[in-house]
Nanobody
Framework: QVQLVESGGGLVQPGGSLRLSCVPSGSIFVLLAMGWYRQAPGKQRESVATISRGGDTDYADSVKGRFTISRDNKNTVYLQMNSLQPEDTAVYYC?????????WGQGTQVTVSS
């Protein structure tokens, strides 16, 4: 069984920064991709940033230039979020794609407000 534990969410003022972390554990045989998604109240879940097994990254247009996804050698995935705006307020979910399926974390709340 695969588990993803997210951390790093919280309340921040507009223009501030947060760093999210996601630590995977369990039977991960082959990791194909990792990513961060978010869901704001009343909206559908959307992809924010992804990183492939080879290290290729992709970002939603709304976060390009402000957010950075990265991964360490233990497969912990990070999302550095700078210049946060109120529209970034959402629950952020970690996601991994492996050869045995797709897995989600429990989500971490990010609130951007003055």
């Amino acid at each position: 069984q695969v588990q993803l534990v997210e951390s790093g969410g919280g309340l921040v003022q507009p223009g501030g920064s947060l760093r999210l972390s996601c630590v995977p554990s369990g039977s991960i045989f082959v990791l194909l991709a990792m990513g961060w998604y978010r869901q704001a109240p009343g909206k559908q879940r959307e992809s924010v940033a992804t990183i492939s097994r080879g290290g290729d990254t992709d970002y939603a247009d709304s976060v390009k230039g402000r957010f950075t996804i990265s991964r360490d050698n233990k497969n912990t995935v990070y999302l550095q979020m700078n210049s946060l705006q109120p529209e970034d307020t959402a629950v952020y979910y970690c996601n991994i794609l492996t050869t045995t399926g797709r897995y989600w974390g429990q989500g971490t709340q990010v609130t951007v407000s003055s």
